[in-house]
């Protein structure tokens, strides 16, 4: 089984700059999850998506980032216009239900300068 | 709200000693309790979990029994090898909406 899959692993960006991350969930998972993990700290969820519906973005700083799911599959999360704060890493993980866990993909690195 | 405190590290061993990472929660309802491990450049991987009280979550020679008296899930582990050496986190799931919440992390260093 493909696990959950994200690209880019790396991205270096100008501050000012457009960004977007993809992931691709586990087949047959319907709860798609990304997560901001900065430098020394445990991962903090930005959003959350049943099927195509986002039904938790309160942690989204929705001024500058944005997420779609379309087809209740694949997702892009995007950030415009990056800050230097926005430097960590993005993970996107996937699930069936609460009590197994997620399943997280390798994570986007992202560092603004 | 839901909260996750575990033991600031980092901890460093040598090989073949004991381990514990304390993990304990605040949450509303009954959770269930995760151990992630994150090894250097990698994403986070489900170590154990433990889905009611008095269940023992294991895998890898890893273990964490959830005590809903003292609200703690600790990790264990009888001899850790060099191959151990990563980042722990502590995670509880409460109620219908699946959010996972983590605890800061515990890096561990194991030396021959």
């Known amino acids: 089984e493909a696990g959950v899959v994200q690209s880019p692993r790396y991205k270096i960006i100008e501050k000012k700059q457009p960004v977007a991350f993809w992931c691709n969930p586990i087949?047959?998972?319907?709860?798609l999850y990304w997560y901001r993990q900065n430098l020394g700290q445990g991962p903090e969820l930005l959003i959350r998506?049943?099927?195509?519906?986002?039904?938790?973005d309160s942690q989204l700083p929705k001024d500058r980032f944005s997420a779609e799911r379309l087809k209740g599959v694949d997702s892009t999360l995007k950030i415009q216009p990056a800050e230097l704060g926005d430097s960590a890493v993005y993970l996107c993980a996937s699930s069936f239900d609460r009590h197994n866990g997620y399943t997280f993909g390798s994570g986007t690195r992202l560092t603004v300068v | 709200g839901d909260s996750v405190t575990q033991m600031e590290g980092p901890v460093t061993l040598s090989e073949e000693a004991c381990l514990t990472i304390?993990?304990?929660?605040?949450?509303?309802?009954?959770?269930?309790l995760f151990w992630y491990v994150q090894y250097p450049g990698e994403g986070l991987q489900l170590l154990l979990k433990?889905?009611?009280?008095?269940d023992k979550g294991s895998n890898k020679g890893f273990e964490a029994t959830y005590r809903k008296e003292t609200t703690s899930f600790h990790l264990e582990k009888g001899s850790v090898q060099v191959s151990d050496s990563a980042v722990y986190f502590c995670a509880l799931s409460t109620g219908g909406g699946n959010k996972l919440t983590f605890g800061t992390g515990t890096q561990l260093k194991v030396e021959l």
């Open positions: 087949s047959g998972h319907n709860t």
């Open positions: 304390n993990c304990t929660y605040t949450a509303t309802g009954y959770p269930s």
């Open positions: 998506y049943e099927n195509e519906e986002a039904v938790d």
């Open positions: 433990a889905t009611k009280a008095d």
